[in-house]
């Protein structure tokens, strides 16, 4: 025993700076600190591919509550979102978001990762790691809201505008501490812990106003003004895109501490809470408005808790979790409903489930503080739900309408009936199947541009275009 536990000794003592590379530690301090600067190395990337796993979520909620003629582009679009985002981000976009600010509006240095030496502190590439999956996420969320109708490369355009500057910029406001800026927002003590309004309004309003230039799917509305079903073709696929995204938001929320420390047990527990309950609550209240467990209304119930508690993760009860997921249930579904009515056609729900969630998410953070609120705490948060609307959706607006006035950003009439796969990509997802367009009653060439007698629209009357 004297002998092994002389070998323990040394192991511990000499081992961690050999494998390191970093200079053997002389005290105790020493060794703890350095042990616990890899942790949470090791804690931000492991949390930032978790963040990246999202993509595949994303992608497999958007193909599966849209029509198989357009799950190419759909994967496509995703694929693209992080690609394209990734250079974007570390070239121009964490320079504006983390850089040095003297306004406290954007950064100024920091462009191409030159905060970055070699054999300096790389603690800058892990941050930036962490960073860009965000920057992906929040332009992630507005592909699905734009679905089934946009042109391929317009998209890719404000693809690029929102990773390079719109979020980068409000995120500043915000976040910009974290590293080296220093927003104006976060200085009035703004709080959004994980982005609730950083990432999900981001990319929820942008959604909102890309949906409002493109207008909305064929034979989505009838001239009476009616809400005509258009089925996705997937739901199992979505279904396990929602699960994947649970996963990946234990990455999300917890990995936000960038570091490894006890925080994180009350951040994944609420996390999970507040997931639950917006799932719960979004199916009894879909069951009790169309009379039946609505699945697309459950699945965006729990994705709407997991927004919701994104911005006070980390300063809210566990039981403050369950009431703020909650109140994103049945917030989510009535949200859905109300886009629905004044024409503005989402087809996966993602303006309601990031946008108005996200919004709540933030004004419940502040609500629920743990250490207590204040009216100063309250109108701080509004301040920032505020002005996340007027940036983003402004900016957004803008862009979109200055593609579609330039190369244009929605695709034909001929198009949007033929499916984006064959007609944006030449490509078919699903080649060995015949596919039947259940919106125009088996009609493989419509989009439901048909009207039908009102029993062909039974059985069907609970698919909102989630």
């Known amino acids: 025993m004297k002998y092994l536990a002389t070998l323990i000794t040394l192991l511990v003592c000499f081992l961690p700076s050999a494998f390191a590379g970093d200079d053997t530690p002389i005290t105790n301090k020493a060794a703890i600190d350095l042990v616990q600067s890899h942790a949470d190395y090791v804690w931000t990337l492991v949390c930032a591919v978790l963040v990246f796993f999202m993509q595949a979520g994303f992608a497999m909620v958007e193909a599966g509550f849209t029509r198989a003629k357009n799950a190419i582009n759909i994967m496509m679009k995703n694929l693209m979102d992080f690609s394209m985002g990734s250079i974007v981000y570390w070239a121009i976009g964490f320079g504006l978001m983390f850089g040095v600010s003297k306004t406290g509006f954007f950064g100024t240095t920091g462009f191409f990762l030159s905060d970055f030496e070699v054999g300096g502190d790389p603690w800058v590439l892990a941050f930036w790691m962490f960073q860009v999956v965000f920057a992906a996420t929040a332009a992630t969320i507005v592909s699905g809201a734009m679905a089934e109708r946009t042109k391929f490369i317009g998209y890719l355009l404000y693809s690029v505008c929102i990773t390079g500057l719109v979020y980068p910029v409000f995120g500043s406001w915000a976040w910009g501490s974290l590293f080296h800026g220093s927003g104006w927002l976060e200085g009035l003590g703004f709080i959004d812990f994980a982005g609730s309004t950083v990432v999900h309004s981001v990319g929820g309003w942008a959604a909102l106003a890309g949906a409002m230039v493109l207008g909305p799917r064929l034979g989505k509305y009838t001239s009476t003004g009616a809400v005509r079903p258009i089925l996705g073709h997937n739901i199992p696929m979505a279904a396990l895109g929602v699960f994947i995204l649970w996963v990946g938001w234990f990455g999300f929320n917890p990995g936000s501490t960038t570091a ?3 925080d994180i047990a009350m951040i994944f527990v609420n996390t999970n809470l507040a997931a639950a309950a917006g799932c719960i609550v979004a199916m009894f209240v879909s069951w009790f408005k169309f009379g039946k467990p609505e699945v697309g ?27 703020i997921g909650s109140f994103a249930g049945v917030l989510v579904v009535f949200s859905v409903i109300f886009f629905d009515k004044i024409r503005i056609d989402d087809p996966v729900g993602a303006i309601s489930v990031h946008g108005v969630c996200g919004a709540w998410g933030t004004l419940g953070a502040g609500i629920f503080n743990i250490g207590g609120t204040s009216f100063k705490i309250i109108s701080v948060q509004a301040m ?24 244009g950003l929605r695709v034909s009439k001929e198009e949007e009936l033929e499916g984006l796969d064959a007609t944006e990509h030449g490509g078919n997802a699903y080649p060995d199947f015949t596919t039947i367009n259940h919106s125009s009653m088996g009609y493989t060439g419509g989009a439901g541009e048909i009207d039908r007698a009102p029993e062909a629209l039974a059985g069907q009357k609970l698919a909102r275009g989630i």
């Open 297 to 323: 209304m459950s699945l965006n119930g729990a994705l709407a808790g997991l927004v919701g508690i994104t911005a006070g993760c980390a300063n809210v009860t566990p039981a403050s979790a369950v009431m």
């Open 384 to 407: 920032g739900i505020a002005a996340c609307f007027v940036w983003t959706f402004a900016c957004a607006y803008a862009i979109f309408k200055l593609i579609d006035m330039t190369i």
């Open 260 to 262: 490894a420390n006890k």
